[in-house]
């Protein structure tokens, strides 16, 4: 998932949750415009924290799983080597 799927996530589980940016800031420590920026794709960058405690604030985690459907660093190299 990219930066810009999550700001779209943020956003529709803040409406949801019926928080204003404002209020989602406050409880999350982080600032206002930060938020926004998230929110409406404009953000290039957010510290894995502040991203950590917006979702918090939503009653949501981040977490890691396998990507489905890309291939692997295993399978690029046998590739290439195959390649060869």
Known sequence: MLLSDLGLFIRKE???AGLSIQALA???GVDRTTLSKLENERL???GYAKLERVLAALGFELTAQPAQG????NDLQRQNREGQ
């Open 14 to 16: 803040r409406k949801a």
């Open 70 to 73: 890309l291939p692997t660093l």
């Open 44 to 46: 290039p960058e957010m």
């Open 26 to 28: 406050e409880l999350a």
